[in-house]
C-alpha cells in the first residue's frame, strides 16, 4: 500500500520544521530569555509540584489563568484561551476557519509557523513582501482583501526575523477592511511596550496573541490567545479539552502573580538591545535595522556562512538569512547577557578583522 | 461582522468537549491512576527540573525520548511520535489525511475525541454501532470499507467507556481489507495485557497509539504514536515543533527509566478491577461487564440519575450513561484503591437499599 495516496497534498509538498539542536556555549539564535526565572520563582514551581497529583488530569480550559491574564491585559476571560504554546492557538485559528475558500495573508519574512500550519490545514496561502523598510506594503495588501477576502491575516508585532513593529496605521486599515480575522502575535509585545490590546473594543475581527517563550518560559510552552466572544466561543469548540499540562498552568500562574519582576526582566532587555545596536553600528559592514524584539537582526558586507561558522567555532550560536530577495546576507542574534553580548561582539570583531 | 460565516461549518455545527470540574472526595470519574507517582520518583522529577533552563525551549521532537520509548515497546525510534497526549496525535493524524474524501470510521460508543476531533477536521464521520456483546459489528464495517475506503479507522483497544477489547481477529480482517489508516488506541493496554504492536510488522497501514495518563502521569500529557516509517515522516510535518514542553518530557523520561515500577502499578490495578467486579456482580440489579481496563462498566435496573446523586452527596464522583439505543442505565467507575472501591460499595449498597 502507498501511504502517501492517503496524505493531504499540502502536508506532502512541504518539508517539517526543522530546529536542528546545535550544541553551543552561548545560545543567541532562538530569541529566548538569557536569564533563567530567578530561584525564588523556580521554588515557588518545585513548591507547587510537591502538592499536586500528578495522576489526575490537567484542570481543563484552565478557568483560573484565563482569570489571571484577562485581569493582566484587561479584557474579559471568555475572551481568553490559553495554549501549548502561540503554535498551537495559531493551528486553532486555521482550523476554526474555512479551508480553501479564500486563503490566508501574511507578509515575508515573518514567523514561519504561519505558512507551515496554514498549509498543514489546507489553505492557500498569499505572501505579500514587506516594503524596503520592512513595513507592510499596505496597498497590495488592501487590494488583495478587496479581491480575494482572506479569511486570516497573520502580523507578527513586532515582527520576527525583521524585529521592528510595522506602522500601526497600516495595520488599522487591513483591521477596517478585512471581511476575515485579523491576528496581530505580540510574542514580542514585552520589549516594544506596543499593543493592540486597547483595538479590541472596537474591531469584532481584531485577534491578539501573547506568549511567556520570549520573557523567560520558553520551556514551559505557554501561549494567549485574545478575541471577540463569539470567535472565542468557536475556538474552544476546536481547543483540545486538556491542552494544557498541569505543570505548565503552574508556571504560567506563577507569571501572572510577579507579572511586574518579569515586566523588569524585559525592560532590561529592551536597554541592553540597544546598547548592543549602538556597538554593532560601530562595525564597518554592519547594518542593524531598528528593533523593538529582543533580537537584532543585521546586514553584513561580509559572507554570513563564515561569520556563522566562525562564531560557532568560538561556542556563539545566532541565526543566518540568505533568501534571495526575501533577507540576503542577514543575521539575526537574540540580545544576551551583558556578558553574552561582549563575548558575541568581541567574536565577530575578530572575526571581520583576521 | 458576523464572525460565524468564517468558521468550518463542522465547527459551527458542534458543541465543546465538556468536562466540568465537579468537587468530590473520591475522583473514580475519569479513568485516572488512583495514585499518584511514589515519593522517589516525584523526587527526581524535582531534582531535574532545579537543573533544567525554563527560559530555553524543549528540545524539539523529543529525540532522546523516542529512543527510549522505542526501547520498550520494540520498534525503530524513526517509527514514534510523542505528543501532548494522544488527543494532540489523534488530532495531527486526522489533518494529515485528506479531507471530507471518503470518511472516518469507528465503533460507537467510544472514546468522544475521535468523533469531534474529525469534524473540527473536516472529515466526514461513519459510525458503527458495536454488537449486543460490545464487539466489532465486523460485517458491516467491511462492507463500508468496500463501499466508502474510510481513509482513517479508529478502534480504541480496550474500549472506553464499554471497558472490553474487540476480538482481535475482528481488528485483524479490518487492518487486512482497509486501504486507509487503521489507528488501535491502546491508552488502556496496561491493564489488559493485549497489545497490536507485534502487527507492526506485518500492516503498514497500523497505527498504535499509547499514553501515558492512565498510570500516574495524567497531569503531564503525554502520548506515544507509532506507525510506519513513511506514515510517521508525513505526520512529522503536521506535528508543532515544541508539542512537549520539557517538564512533560522529563516526566515521560522518568516513566521510561521505572517502567517496571510503573508497570507493577497497573497490574495490582487489573487486580483490584476483578475484585470490584466480583463485588458489583452480588449486588441485585447491577450488571457489570467483563472489563480488560481500568474502569468497570456496569448496567442497572435503578435509575442511574438518583444512583450518581446519591454517591456524589456522599463525596464519590462516577460517570452515567444514558443515550438511548447506545448505552442505557449505565455507570463507569475507575477501578480506586482498596479504600476507595470499598467505600464506593458501601456508599452504592446504602443507596440502593435505602
Sequence with gaps: MNIKTLIMEEV???????????????????????????????????????????????????PDLRKGFAGLYGVD????????????LIQILLMAVKGQASGVMFPTPTFAMYKISAFN?????????????FDLDVDSMLEIIADKSPELVFFSYPNNPTGNCFDADRIEAILKESSGIVVVDEAYANFSGKTFLPYLDRYENLVILKSLSKVGLAAMRIGI???SLPLVHELNKVRLPYNLNTLSQIAARLYIDNEAEFRRQADGVAGRREELSNELKKIDGIYPYASDSNFILFGCTFDTDSIYDGLLKKGILIKK?????????CIRVT?????????FLGALRDILTS
Design 77 to 88: 476571560d471568555d475572551m481568553l484561551i490559553v495554549g501549548n504554546g502561540s503554535d498551537e
Design 225 to 227: 490567545l485574545i478575541g
Design 12 to 62: 506532502l509538498n512541504q518539508e517539517a520544521y526543522s530546529a536542528p539542536e546545535i550544541p553551543c556555549r552561548i545560545k543567541l539564535d532562538a530569541n529566548e530569555s538569557s536569564y533563567d526565572i530567578p530561584p525564588s520563582l523556580k521554588s515557588r514551581i518545585i513548591e507547587s509540584i510537591e502538592k499536586i497529583s500528578l495522576n489526575r488530569y490537567p484542570e481543563p480550559g484552565s
Design 121 to 133: 490545514t489546507g489553505h492557500r496561502v498569499i505572501e505579500v513582501p514587506l516594503d524596503s523598510r
Design 335 to 343: 540580545v544576551g547577557t551583558p556578558e553574552e553580548n561582549e563575548e
Design 321 to 329: 538569512f540568505n533568501t534571495p530577495g526575501v533577507l540576503e546576507n
